[in-house]
């Protein structure tokens, strides 16, 4: 665009004049349009500025990584990674503008209600700096549309940041957004619901520069953004049994248990411990049944201790190489561990010799690979009150005495909601890494890795189901808080989620998101 068009241009949306900001924006003096509010997890999703946000690393970090450091795109042509900008601008001493129409059309043309897009250097450049949505309102980005029937909305940011990979800490609250060789500027925009019949004419994304520019050709490309575990769940041989109920009987099921009588403690091994409770009823946790009484786990204030129980495998027909194990496990409403995360259930070869609490595996005394929960979200942040699920691996090839910590990309638990949870283990051959862990949540398939070496001797093997509940590290649980835990399945085969009132277990309330 020619400068004294662009002077024009950023001079117009800097007075506000002749446009119509609509009531969903209220853009107060060209302020900020305000983040998307809702229920859905999914709608929750976004870019974040600030604690546990949007690095160069992850899109939100320790939920979903990106596949590339620096941030994943999208060019003009639908590819990953792809070349082809749908626009190029050179920086200007007044800013820069950017032709978005293409995929802002597409974008709503499709119903969606926020625009992602990315900023990235093309070919040798100098480091240039624009005003962030932090800066005053009048030196704001904004994404300016102008609709074939002569309207014009004015958009602020909703989020924006800067994706530079020589740190791992979110840089979303600086007054400036930095766009290099090597790092690369994030904007989303809330937008608005095109009524029917109304066409978008053109959209134009505005920057305006801080300081005297260097000499930097940008291109503007799609944010292609990670996003949550979608389409049809996968079922297994659960299917067949609804409500599991018969599963017990199934050739391919080692052990099965559920918590709707009392004979349930001698199922698991001797010297199972903790704060546990069958319930059948707690509306105070938001508890609800998934199909019948549940056990109900407490991790005390001021203790680590949640419970921990065992499946022994060698009173189940052997220890085996290969396994599965799935259980529904569901978070109360007081859950918050906002010190701390900590350990849930798993499979396991320790032996009472090593594999957890610092006790070095080394492929020859032991091994373990619980699910564990993270640090809750931040007060602040949009994923506040929903859990992030991982491994805590202590394995061969560990790199320090404690375990190594695996995010499940996705594995986002509301509170108040029941989720299936499964993993297998595949032991490797001894002298090979070539083992394997998976885990499924709700049945879709959140993590797999392969080339893993758990042992270097055929002596180990998974000894047990460890159903361990453990707040840290080594911080106690700040206030007393529950979840609870039903339908445990092992098996030699893939389980997936419960047939019959699996659906509306997995959908559940929607929680207090």
């Given at each position: 665009?020619?400068?004294?068009?662009?002077?024009?241009?950023?001079?117009?949306?800097?007075?506000?004049?002749?446009?119509?900001?609509?009531?969903?924006?209220?853009?107060?003096?060209?302020?900020?349009?305000?983040?998307?509010?809702?229920?859905?997890?999914?709608?929750?999703?976004?870019?974040?500025?600030?604690?546990?946000?949007?690095?160069?690393?992850?899109?939100?970090?320790?939920?979903?990584?990106?596949?590339?450091?620096?941030?994943?795109?999208?060019?003009?042509?639908?590819?990953?990674?792809?070349?082809?900008?749908?626009?190029?601008?050179?920086?200007?001493?007044?800013?820069?503008?950017?032709?978005?129409?293409?995929?802002?059309?597409?974008?709503?043309?499709?119903?969606?209600?926020?625009?992602?897009?990315?900023?990235?250097?093309?070919?040798?450049?100098?480091?240039?700096?624009?005003?962030?949505?932090?800066?005053?309102?009048?030196?704001?980005?904004?994404?300016?549309?102008?609709?074939?029937?002569?309207?014009?909305?004015?958009?602020?940011?909703?989020?924006?940041?800067?994706?530079?990979?020589?740190?791992?800490?979110?840089?979303?609250?600086?007054?400036?957004?930095?766009?290099?060789?090597?790092?690369?500027?994030?904007?989303?925009?809330?937008?608005?619901?095109?009524?029917?019949?109304?066409k978008l004419q053109r959209a134009r994304l505005v920057l305006a520069a801080v300081g005297t520019p260097g000499r930097a050709s940008i291109g503007l490309f799609e944010a292609a953004l990670p996003g949550l575990p979608a389409g049809p769940a996968q079922m297994g041989l659960a299917a067949g049994y609804p409500a599991d109920r018969g599963i017990e009987r199934d050739p391919q099921v080692v052990y099965a248990a559920g918590f709707d009588d009392g004979a349930w403690a001698p199922r698991f091994?001797?010297?199972?411990?903790?704060?546990?409770?069958?319930?059948?009823?707690?509306?105070?946790?938001?508890?609800?049944?998934?199909?019948?009484?549940?056990?109900?786990?407490?991790?005390?204030?001021?203790?680590?201790?949640?419970?921990?129980?065992?499946?022994?495998?060698?009173?189940?027909?052997?220890?085996?190489?290969?396994?599965?194990?799935?259980?529904?496990?569901?978070?109360?409403?007081?859950?918050?561990?906002?010190?701390?995360?900590?350990?849930?259930?798993?499979?396991?070869?320790?032996?009472?010799?090593?594999?957890?609490?610092?006790?070095?595996?080394?492929?020859?005394?032991?091994?373990?690979?619980?699910?564990?929960?993270?640090?809750?979200?931040?007060?602040?942040?949009?994923?506040?009150?929903?859990?992030?699920?991982?491994?805590?691996?202590?394995?061969?090839?560990?790199?320090?005495?404690?375990?190594?910590?695996?995010?499940?990309?996705?594995?986002?638990?509301?509170?108040?909601?029941?989720?299936?949870?499964?993993?297998?283990?595949?032991?490797?051959?001894?002298?090979?890494?070539?083992?394997?862990?998976?885990?499924?949540?709700?049945?879709?398939?959140?993590?797999?890795?392969?080339?893993?070496?758990?042992?270097?001797?055929?002596?180990?093997?998974?000894?047990?189901?460890?159903?361990?509940?453990?707040?840290?590290?080594?911080?106690?649980?700040?206030?007393?808080?529950?979840?609870?835990?039903?339908?445990?399945?092992?098996?030699?085969?893939?389980?997936?989620?419960?047939?019959?009132?699996?659906?509306?277990?997995?959908?559940?309330?929607?929680?207090?998101?």
């Amino acid at each position: 665009m020619p400068t004294p068009m662009l002077a024009l241009l950023i001079h117009r949306l800097r007075s506000c004049r002749r446009w119509t900001l609509p009531a969903l924006f209220a853009l107060a003096a060209c302020g900020h349009a305000p983040a998307v509010r809702a229920n859905d997890l999914a709608s929750r999703v976004a870019l974040h500025e600030g604690e546990g946000g949007t690095t160069c690393q992850a899109y939100l970090a320790g939920a979903l990584p990106w596949q590339r450091e620096g941030g994943d795109w999208r060019d003009a042509q639908g590819r990953l990674h792809g070349a082809q900008a749908f626009d190029v601008a050179s920086a200007t001493p007044l800013g820069a503008a950017w032709d978005a129409t293409r995929p802002v059309t597409r974008w709503l043309t499709e119903g969606r209600r926020r625009a992602a897009l990315l900023l990235r250097a093309q070919g040798d450049a100098d480091t240039v700096h624009f005003h962030s949505r932090e800066a005053r309102p009048s030196d704001r980005p904004v994404l300016a549309l102008e609709w074939a029937d002569g309207g014009r909305d004015l958009l602020a940011p909703s989020g924006d940041t800067n994706l530079d990979c020589t740190t791992i800490r979110a840089l979303g609250r600086l007054p400036a957004l930095t766009v290099s060789e090597r790092i690369n500027a994030l904007l989303e925009f809330a937008l608005p619901a095109a009524p029917a019949g109304r066409k978008l004419q053109r959209a134009r994304l505005v920057l305006a520069a801080v300081g005297t520019p260097g000499r930097a050709s940008i291109g503007l490309f799609e944010a292609a953004l990670p996003g949550l575990p979608a389409g049809p769940a996968q079922m297994g041989l659960a299917a067949g049994y609804p409500a599991d109920r018969g599963i017990e009987r199934d050739p391919q099921v080692v052990y099965a248990a559920g918590f709707d009588d009392g004979a349930w403690a001698p199922r698991f091994a001797k010297g199972s411990q903790g704060e546990l409770q069958v319930v059948g009823d707690d509306a105070a946790l938001g508890f609800a049944p998934l199909a019948g009484p549940a056990l109900r786990v407490k991790f005390k204030k001021g203790s680590n201790y949640g419970a921990t129980l065992r499946v022994l495998l060698k009173d189940h027909g052997g220890e085996p190489e290969e396994l599965f194990f799935r259980y529904y496990l569901r978070f109360g409403r007081d859950w918050n561990p906002h010190v701390d995360g900590g350990k849930l259930p798993g499979l396991a070869g320790t032996y009472n010799r090593a594999g957890w609490g610092g006790r070095r595996a080394d492929g020859h005394n032991g091994w373990s690979m619980r699910a564990a929960f993270a640090r809750a979200f931040p007060a602040d942040h949009p994923l506040h009150g929903v859990t992030q699920l991982q491994s805590y691996a202590y394995h061969a090839e560990m790199p320090t005495d404690y375990g190594e910590g695996w995010v499940w990309p996705g594995a986002l638990v509301p509170r108040e909601r029941w989720a299936s949870v499964e993993q297998r283990v595949k032991l490797n051959r001894p002298g090979a890494a070539d083992g394997e862990f998976q885990a499924w949540v709700d049945g879709h398939l959140v993590l797999h890795r392969k080339g893993l070496r758990y042992r270097r001797t055929d002596a180990l093997r998974i000894e047990s189901a460890w159903l361990d509940f453990y707040h840290g590290g080594t911080a106690t649980s700040p206030h007393d808080q529950h979840v609870f835990i039903d339908n445990v399945v092992v098996a030699r085969r893939y389980i997936g989620p419960m047939a019959g009132a699996a659906p509306a277990a997995a959908a559940g309330r929607p929680g207090k998101l």
